[in-house]
């Protein structure tokens, strides 16, 4: 009989992922590919809006710090609706493998909850920390508080309870192996999203890659390249629809990651659970507790 601490095999976790993704793909999918798709095409618009006024003569300086102050708080708020967005998933994620089921303005609600937001704003602060710090350290804090979102969703518990908990969880290792660690397996986890968003990211880039170095080297067989902000502008401008696609296209890989995430999640604390549970069980009996199953 298959022991209850023992771990769900990383392949069936992708497949049952992967299952889980086309199944809620549609209620998922545009309420956040949208609000991300919009706000990323919004970088380049800002960014050629600045070229501009470069291009303009001699530029002021107010104009030139209030053109650098706008387009980064586009970028900021870009970040912030990325962010957001992205969090939404793990929501909805989480409470698709619950009671509650999958509902997107629910999951965006969750996500700007005070106490949720300011977890999350928490956990950004302090992996942009470790990754100032030699990039590491950032590494293992973004792994470390990987599980954060479902946490606070499933056990209703936030700010440092909530990262204490989920590096709890990650760090839980009873066999003492490196290639059973959780965190290995949230690297792998991750690994794999940022696998599938390169290639995604290089194939809708390309295509624009190419016409900007077509652009270019007819404007310079032209001799019209006597202003270099203008033609920096048109490049820019044509990231335009480059990030439209990207980000659409990452969306797609995000709902995937969150349902292996969350599935690894609730996989952890069944197993912690039952552990747990067998552990008493034993004491109840007058027998010594036994260790895990090996995972």
Not at 17 to 23: D, V
């Given at each position: 009989?298959?022991?209850?601490?023992?771990?769900?095999?990383?392949?069936?976790?992708?497949?049952?992922?992967?299952?889980?993704?086309?199944?809620?793909?549609?209620?998922?999918?545009?309420?956040?590919?949208v609000?991300?798709?919009?706000?990323?095409?919004?970088?380049?618009?800002?960014?050629?809006?600045?070229?501009?006024?470069?291009?303009?003569?001699?530029?002021?300086?107010?104009?030139?710090?209030a053109?650098?102050?706008?387009?980064?708080?586009?970028?900021?708020?870009?970040g912030?609706?990325?962010?957001?967005?992205?969090?939404?998933?793990?929501?909805?994620?989480?409470?698709a493998?619950?009671?509650?089921?999958?509902?997107?303005?629910r999951?965006?609600?969750?996500?700007?909850?005070?106490?949720?937001?300011?977890?999350?704003?928490?956990?950004?602060?302090?992996?942009?920390?470790?990754?100032?710090?030699?990039?590491?350290p950032?590494?293992?804090?973004?792994l470390?508080?990987?599980?954060?979102?479902?946490?606070?969703?499933?056990?209703?518990?936030?700010?440092?309870t909530?990262?204490a908990?989920?590096?709890?969880?990650?760090?839980?290792?009873?066999?003492?192996?490196?290639?059973?660690?959780?965190?290995?397996?949230?690297?792998?986890?991750?690994a794999?999203?940022?696998?599938?968003?390169?290639?995604?990211?290089?194939i809708?880039?390309?295509?624009?890659?190419?016409?900007?170095?077509?652009?270019?080297?007819?404007?310079?067989?032209?001799?019209?390249?006597?202003?270099?902000?203008?033609?920096?502008?048109?490049?820019?401008?044509?990231?335009?629809?480059?990030?439209?696609?990207?980000?659409?296209?990452?969306?797609?890989?995000?709902?995937?990651?969150?349902?292996?995430?969350?599935?690894?999640?609730?996989?952890?604390?069944?197993?912690?659970e039952?552990?747990?549970l067998?552990?008493?069980?034993?004491e109840?009996?007058?027998?010594?507790?036994?260790?895990?199953?090996?995972?």
């Amino acid at each position: 009989m298959t022991s209850v601490t023992e771990p769900l095999p990383f392949r069936l976790l992708i497949d049952e992922a992967m299952r889980l993704t086309r199944r809620h793909f549609r209620q998922m999918y545009l309420p956040v590919a949208v609000p991300v798709a919009l706000t990323q095409a919004l970088v380049p618009i800002a960014q050629a809006l600045v070229y501009r006024g470069f291009s303009t003569g001699t530029p002021d300086p107010t104009s030139m710090i209030a053109g650098m102050v706008g387009f980064l708080g586009v970028v900021f708020v870009t970040g912030t609706v990325w962010g957001l967005g992205y969090g939404a998933l793990l929501v909805a994620a989480t409470e698709a493998q619950s009671d509650a089921g999958v509902s997107m303005g629910r999951a965006w609600l969750t996500m700007v909850r005070p106490r949720v937001f300011g977890t999350s704003l928490l956990t950004a602060l302090a992996t942009l920390v470790g990754c100032v710090l030699c990039l590491l350290p950032g590494v293992f804090v973004m792994l470390a508080f990987s599980l954060a979102v479902p946490v606070m969703v499933a056990e209703r518990i936030y700010g440092t309870t909530a990262l204490a908990r989920a590096v709890s969880i990650v760090r839980q290792n009873p066999e003492g192996r490196f290639a059973t660690h959780p965190m290995v397996k949230v690297f792998l986890i991750l690994a794999i999203g940022c696998l599938l968003s390169s290639i995604a990211g290089f194939i809708v880039q390309l295509p624009f890659a190419i016409a900007q170095q077509i652009l270019m080297f007819r404007a310079a067989a032209e001799g019209e390249m006597t202003d270099p902000m203008q033609m920096m502008t048109t490049m820019t401008l044509l990231q335009v629809p480059a990030g439209v696609l990207n980000a659409l296209a990452t969306t797609v890989i995000q709902i995937y990651l969150s349902f292996a995430l969350t599935l690894f999640y609730f996989d952890l604390r069944r197993r912690q659970e039952g552990g747990d549970l067998e552990s008493a069980i034993q004491e109840m009996a007058g027998r010594a507790p036994v260790p895990p199953a090996a995972g």
